[in-house]
């Protein structure tokens, strides 16, 4: 039998799934590692212990096959990482990644200048503190001894091909989300590369998502027990690779992703901005462009609920069971889910949670189901902003942690209003990557092929009743989202003293 293997580096675990030709999952591996955050807006990782999760998590799917039968390997990763790395190609940061928050005054003055539309323009990504051009700023103005020793500025993805091949490559999907490449011409931005004074040279070289390589160096031959003629595939990143996973590939349909943060995205042909730069447009292949909204504020903010509203050792199960007791709405309790700042939709790094309409009568239970819907309906304010450029929805295809949950599910087609399918295959990052090297490698000759290898577990359909409900209240969020937005800021500074 011949094998193909998706690899998702995630920003609190690596994933290696090991499939047949027809995407069917043989064997699965799962390794987690530490998110380092001493400081005050500090989320940082080490680049070993990610690439030795890779390393790991391979041997694990390998070790009861033969190896010469793995046709090749691809890769899905977290977007908005950053390496710094030096003349002898080691990192002398750790890296740093989308949670990252200490370079908010940077994206902060970016947006202040116009200077911030401009690029945006450009490159499709949102001016804000996750992304690496308003990271490399901050190094570049607090930490300028760490920034002039860099020879490289890299990603994860890009770490973990270097330590392979010995080569500095980024794809365009990962490209793409750095705010410094140039989407349309797909080169990295004159404009950008001014503004950071730096040479092109000391970024990596863009390659096409499809592009493999192929020389793998002889001690992870030997640690892998593979041959140096398997192809890695470059890949792409977790989100776009996600829609591809969920046969979220055609015109109209949704994928909405709910893990420890979430996204709502649709793929279009080409890229395609926002007029108000809230939306991002990152690359799948050149002919397939994924845009949507990345919330931090996903399952995170359930693990919060459970933690501090009850006990760690409650089951997320007991607490949803709970949540299901109550009616749609809470009971008119609202909560405003921005536990960790947020991106989308408000792209407010100092955006903190709060619940409204709280009375006496009001109980801990609803106050479980109000947390829920607040996620929900972040989430469904990103549509509301997809639906502007890209058109009412078809049909919404969930993932993620949460997809494993009935009520989620249920809640999820009655705030959108629309039909919910979830696919039988729930590491979609995994899939997509698979999916694209199969492309890549020539197995199949489109991406639609995705359809015959994602399954169907249950669709859900939106309960009236509920969806009423929902529609009356989501405008109340709104406005209370927005009354709230010229506090966050004041209050996060009283926090932060």
């Known amino acids: 039998m011949d094998y193909t293997m998706g690899i998702d580096v995630g920003t609190t675990s690596t994933k290696c799934v090991l499939y047949d030709l027809n995407g069917q999952i043989i064997a699965h591996a799962d390794k987690g590692y530490q998110l380092y955050q001493t400081k005050p807006g500090m989320a940082e990782e080490d680049p070993e212990e990610i690439f030795e999760a890779v390393i790991k998590t391979m041997q694990e799917v390998l070790k009861n096959i033969d190896s010469q039968s793995l046709k090749f390997v ?48 450009k490159t499709g990504t949102p001016i804000h503190p996750m992304a690496p051009l308003s990271k490399m700023l901050w190094l570049k103005k607090e930490h300028s001894d760490l920034f002039d020793r860099a020879k490289k500025f890299i990603d994860i993805k890009s770490y973990i091909f270097f330590k392979l091949f010995g080569i500095y490559k980024i794809d ?7 705010g410094m490449f140039n989407i349309f011409n797909l080169k990295w931005e004159p404009q950008v590369l001014n503004l950071l004074n730096i040479e092109e040279a000391r970024l990596p070289e863009v390659v096409p998502t499809t592009n493999g390589v192929t020389g793998i160096s002889e001690k992870y031959q030997e640690r892998l027990g593979i041959g140096s003629d398997i192809p890695f595939v470059f890949g792409a990143s977790d989100g776009v690779l996600s829609n591809l996973g969920l046969n979220a590939i055609d015109p109209g349909v949704v994928a909405v992703t709910i893990g420890t943060s979430g996204a709502v995205r649709v793929v279009v042909d080409k890229p395609v901005i926002d007029p108000n730069g809230n939306l991002f447009c990152y690359a799948l292949t050149k002919n397939k462009w994924v845009v949507g909204g990345p919330v931090n504020n996903g399952g995170i903010v359930f693990r919060w609920v ?28 609202l909560f405003q889910p921005y536990l960790g700042g947020e991106r989308a939709p408000i ?16 109980t801990r239970s609803d106050m479980v189901r109000s947390s829920l819907e607040g996620i929900v309906f972040n989430l469904y304010a990103v549509m509301c902003l997809i639906e502007k450029i ?7 295809q969930a993932t993620g942690g949460f997809a494993r949950s009935s009520m989620w599910r249920q809640m999820l087609a009655d ?4 039909d919910v399918v979830v696919p039988e295959s729930f590491e979609s990052s995994c ?4 999916v694209l090297g199969m492309y890549a490698q020539g197995y199949i000759d489109d991406l639609s092929a995705v359809k015959d290898m994602v399954g169907i577990t249950e669709i859900h359909h939106p309960d009236p009743k509920n969806v009423k409900v929902y529609q009356e209240l ?24």
């Open 306 to 333: 459970r933690d501090q509203l009850f006990d760690s050792k409650v089951s997320y199960d007991e607490l949803t069971k709970m949540a299901n007791e109550v009616p749609a709405g809470s009971k008119g309790l």
């Open 431 to 434: 899939l997509g990557a698979v």
């Open 172 to 178: 365009y999907s990962i490209a793409s989300a750095t």
């Open 474 to 497: 989501f405008p109340i969020w709104q406005r209370i989202t927005h009354a709230l937005e010229p506090e966050y800021k004041q209050i996060a500074k009283f926090q932060d003293r």
């Open 390 to 396: 890209t058109g009412k929805p078809v049909s919404i």
């Open 74 to 121: 691809s890769f899905s990763t977290a977007m908005h990482s950053l390496i710094l790395m030096d003349d002898n190609d080691r990192p002398i940061t750790k890296a740093i990644t989308w949670a990252d928050n200490r370079a908010v005054k940077y994206s902060d003055e970016l947006i202040k200048s116009g200077l911030g539309a401009e690029i945006y323009a």
């Open 415 to 418: 705030i959108f209003d629309q």
């Open 347 to 362: 792209w407010n790094a100092y955006a903190r949670g709060s619940f409204f309409g709280l009375t006496r009568q009001h």
